[in-house]
């Protein structure tokens, strides 16, 4: 062979070199690696993350292929991506997706970011022409180094095969390994554990007993019932079924065969068949299917009844769920079997026949104090307000029994009223038993109750429905018409219905006719372990909001009774919304929001409890927001009998109004500021600016707010006694109302009429424009004109003697005021109703009622009327001849009347004490005589 030839170059040959076979080697197995876990990501484990890493691996091989420098630094590298999917491969292969936590998912998709970033390094310098490839293979070098780190770095973060064996494998051992030792145990004939004992129920059972009785009657007769008592945790199925099962009807007719079992920690079918026979005394087989032995054990024995408490741990368990399935449908076959299931869900299983199938309701509230009584002891006696609180209190916890247990063996010592704050401070974190071992069970804290539905749930694999949760948590009043709302949300979260189907099937939340809701407990849970982001919140707001936009700006006629009934059971909603928003998403549409909901609650209800929510937002809103604010604050105030109050608000408002030049808004404050002066009985100043307010409106050529200036200007004039004067401005008030189509400002034009009249002992037609007026403010849904109303004509009957009939109108008025929060009118009720008594010389009984009027007007700062029940009291005192008592009181009420300007009331009081006076001399003449 010549010379030449033997030196020929390595190339030419086409047979390969001994270092190269394994070079070549470790491209195509890392490469058929790699195709394998990219398959496993888009196959069964469905883990895009792992797809795409599989997919890269193979695309860096590709391009390892085409460079030709550094190839031995290139297929080291290879090598060492070989090394790390391997192993992922081989613990990944087996597992289910449940088995993928969130802490992997995580790696997975850090370990695609780094296999991307090693390709876009590669792919950068096979780019480039041969020449500067050439003069940079030196840096090259250095770059595929970087790459080689990059991957260790992954080595390192999944450890080694045995470890993430490990990671996979130690939950799914904790779960499976007791049933796993039990079924082998009965395969060798061995018991290793002790037969569980039978719970007896609980002797602290109240309201439920009905659904026990119904559900024995199911066993009357020798056909077999399958019963499913369903719901959210904590209500209290484990002991409903305990008495059943121990129930008269039952223990007759299966003569002590009905057994207990709990499925607490079983997750497999085998597991459960397993500690079924344990508890049923059964032995083991040495061979066979251990679901086929309880088949067979079951078929050969006596009638017997199965309970299978917290089903759900088994059911709900990842894993084999057709192989629980087989077992409940073989149990359910045999025909001498009656079965009786507990179990956190909506529906129970759906291939069996069941005789009775419902979710368990909360308690009564009357249920709900028995129990708590029952555990805690009584109340200290004489303590009403104590009842009351703990009312409270059980009514927020919306009635579940295991609430309500845990509730009344941590407040034993404790006063109602410090449990209800502390609940409202710390929620269900209170709702724990005291002691000393690390972990509680689910009937030692409502948290770990819950904690059990939200795990079965598995807020990592399906965030959307815990964030529907969450904004379902934020409804204290649940979501109305939830299933053409939920249409609303899905606009937004295109997998609502989905994720809703999911809590169902935990029972995390429940429906009640239109309304879907979740119960407290597990609102304040979720709420602070898994709020909703600002997104799902804003959306839940949203939804509410149209309701508000919708309804709230309805004024007095026929569409406000309507508006009652849309906005009535959305106020726990709009209040807890408000809450939640100031917190987490403050701005000026929250106080917006808060303004709008109050003017309607001033028409209904007056209140300040939501104005009250924004206050702290208030100054950081423009003018115009603070001054609505400041008016819609007097307007309820007034509304409130808090007149004082009122007076400084309505004058804080009209200054902000004229600040920005609103002459309409201030023109609305000055009218309001006067009309709290007028009630405060200040009449010549309330005059000024009510006159003040009157040319304004005119000059704005707003007709209804000059008309109702001029009313209660006419009403100033009455209160005067200058009844001519002040039925002449009634009449051409209502006129004017008339003419502009003001239905409310005529109404209250005819009422101030027809009180006029009557002062003027015109009766007749007072009452008849009273009546027809009270009509008028019943079709336009203005229930304090329609009592106010029923006032006047009680006072009517008064004075004509007609004391039976005119007590009736009188207390059905007052009722009717203290329903709305009308103070004021309840009062005057209540004033009239003891002079009545008075009259006719009922003096015991009228001086209580007067005396309670009297102090109902001085919290509300009503000077006339508390002048007045003084001046009635003083009468009852002079008829009881304690005259010096009496001269105290005709006094006060005599300063008093000339105070406000009321002349002819103080000279009648005048004219009272001289009679006392004489009355007096005389009995102390007759008594030195005898």
């Known amino acids: 062979m010549p010379q030449w030839l033997k030196s020929k170059p390595q190339w030419l040959s086409r047979s390969p070199s001994p270092a190269s076979i394994p070079q070549s080697s470790v491209l195509e197995t890392t490469r058929n690696v790699c195709t394998l876990v990219s398959n496993l990501g888009s196959g069964a484990l469905n883990v895009p993350g792992l797809q795409a890493a599989g997919l890269i691996g193979c695309q860096i091989i590709d391009i390892v292929q085409k460079m030709k420098d550094n190839q031995d630094a290139c297929k080291d590298l290879v090598d060492h991506i070989g090394k790390l999917m391997s192993p992922i491969y081989s613990t990944l292969q087996g597992c289910n997706i449940t088995d993928i936590d969130v802490g992997l998912r995580e790696d997975i998709q850090r370990l695609q970011e780094s296999m991307q970033a090693v390709q876009n390094i590669l792919q ?121 099962i121990h129930h008269d009807i039952v223990v007759t007719r299966f003569s002590d065969r009905q057994f207990f079992v709990g499925c607490d920690g079983v997750t497999t079918a085998d597991g459960l068949a397993a500690r079924i026979l344990q508890i049923l005394g059964v032995p083991g087989s040495a061979s066979g299917n251990i679901i086929d032995v ?106 579940v029994p295991l609430a309500i247990h845990l509730l009344a063996q941590v407040s034993r010592g404790f006063q109602p009223t410090f449990m209800l704050k502390r609940w409202r401070e710390r929620r269900t974190q209170m709702l724990r038993l005291p002691t ?33 949760l969450g904004m379902l948590c934020l409804l204290p009043d649940g979501l109305l018409c939830w299933q053409e709302r939920l249409e609303v949300i899905e606009k937004t979260f295109e997998n609502a219905i989905s994720d809703l189907l999911l809590l169902r099937k935990f029972a995390l939340v429940y429906t009640a006719g239109d309304k879907l809701s979740v119960l407290s407990p597990i609102r304040h849970f979720v709420l602070h372990h ?118 400084r608000t309505c004058m804080q408002a009209r200054d902000l109004f004229l600040e920005i030049g609103d002459r309409a808004g201030a023109a609305q404050c000055s009218e309001s500021l006067g009309d709290s002066l007028r009630m405060q009985s200040e009449y010549s100043e309330a005059a000024a600016v009510l006159k003040d307010a009157q040319a304004q409106f005119f000059e704005l050529g707003d007709r209804s707010g000059a008309a109702r200036c001029s009313q209660s200007l006419g009403q100033i004039l009455h209160m005067q006694m200058k009844y001519s004067e002040a039925t002449a401005v009634f009449i051409n008030a209502r006129a004017e109302a008339l003419e502009i189509g003001d239905r409310l400002g005529a109404a209250q034009c005819s009422q101030s009429l027809g009180n006029s009249l009557s002062m003027q002992s015109e009766y007749s037609e007072a009452a008849a424009i009273l009546t027809v007026t009270r009509a008028q403010y019943l079709d336009i849904g203005e229930r304090l004109g329609a009592a106010q109303c029923s006032q006047s004509m009680g006072e009517i009957l008064s004075v004509q003697s007609n004391y039976s009939e005119a007590t009736e109108i009188l207390t059905n008025a007052r009722t009717e005021f203290l329903e709305i929060g009308e103070r004021l009118g309840a009062a005057q009720c209540s004033k009239i109703l003891g002079d009545n008594l008075r009259i006719q010389g009922e003096y015991s009984a009228a001086a209580a009622i007067l005396t309670a009027a009297r102090s109902q007007f001085l919290q509300i700062n009503n000077r006339l009327g508390e002048a007045q029940c003084a001046r009635s009291l003083g009468q009852i005192l002079h008829a009881q001849r304690k005259y010096t008592e009496a001269e105290n009181l005709l006094m006060h009420a005599r300063d008093q009347f000339l105070d406000i300007g009321l002349e002819a009331q103080a000279a009648e009081c005048s004219e009272l004490l001289e009679e006392c006076t004489d009355d007096s001399d005389d009995e102390e003449s007759t008594e030195t005589s005898s």
């Open 530 to 647: 898994y709020p909703p982001d600002i997104q799902h919140s804003q959306c839940i707001r949203d939804v509410i909001w149209e309701v508000v936009d919708t309804y709230a700006t309805v004024e007095f006629g026929p569409e406000l009774q309507g508006a009652i009934e849309a906005i009535s059971p959305e106020m726990g909603n709009i209040g807890n919304l408000i809450d939640h928003a100031v917190i987490y998403d403050p701005g000026a549409i929250i106080v917006d929001i808060a303004i709008q909901i109050s003017k309607h609650l001033c028409r209904t209800h007056p209140s300040l409890h939501i104005l009250k929510k924004v206050s702290k937002l208030v100054p950081a809103m423009d003018t115009e927001m603070q001054a609505q604010y400041w008016l819609i604050t007097g307007d309820i105030m007034h509304a409130k009998d808090e007149y004082g109050e009122a007076t």
């Open 436 to 468: 000393p071992e690390p972990t509680l069970h689910r009937l030692q804290s409502v948290d770990v109750s819950i904690s059990f539905s939200i795990t079965s749930l598995d807020a990592a694999q399906n965030p959307g429905s815990i964030q529907l």
């Open 294 to 399: 309880l088949h067979a054990s079951l078929k050969e024995a006596l009638p017997t009844l199965l309970l299978l408490d917290n089903l759900e741990s088994t059911w709900d368990a990842p894993g084999d769920h057709s192989a629980v399935q087989d077992l409940l449908q073989k149990i359910a076959s045999v025909k001498s079997v009656s079965l009786i299931i507990t179990m956190r869900a909506t529906d129970p299983p759906s291939d069996i026949q069941w005789s009775w199938s419902e979710p368990i309701p909360v308690l009564s509230p009357a249920s709900a104090k028995e129990v708590f009584l029952a555990i805690h002891g009584q109340l200290p006696r004489g303590t009403n307000d104590y009842d009351e609180v703990l009312e409270v209190l059980l009514k927020e916890l919306d009635y």
């Open 124 to 244: 950068h310098q096979a780019d480039r022409r041969g020449l500067v490839r050439a003069l940079n293979s030196a840096r090259d070098a250095g770059k595929i180094a970087e790459c080689k780190d990059i991957i260790n770095r992954q080595l390192v973060a999944f450890g080694t095969y045995s470890l993430i064996s490990v990671r996979m494998g130690m939950i799914r051992l904790q779960h499976t390994i007791e049933e796993r030792k039990t079924a082998l145990d009965y395969s060798a004939h061995q018991v290793l554990q002790s037969v569980p004992s039978q719970p007896v129920p609980s002797e602290h059972f109240f309201g439920r007993k009905d659904i026990v009785s119904t559900l024995a009657n199911l066993f009357i007769g020798d056909e077999r019932c399958r019963i499913a008592i369903l719901g959210a945790g904590g209500l209290g199925k484990t002991s409903i079924a305990l008495h059943l």
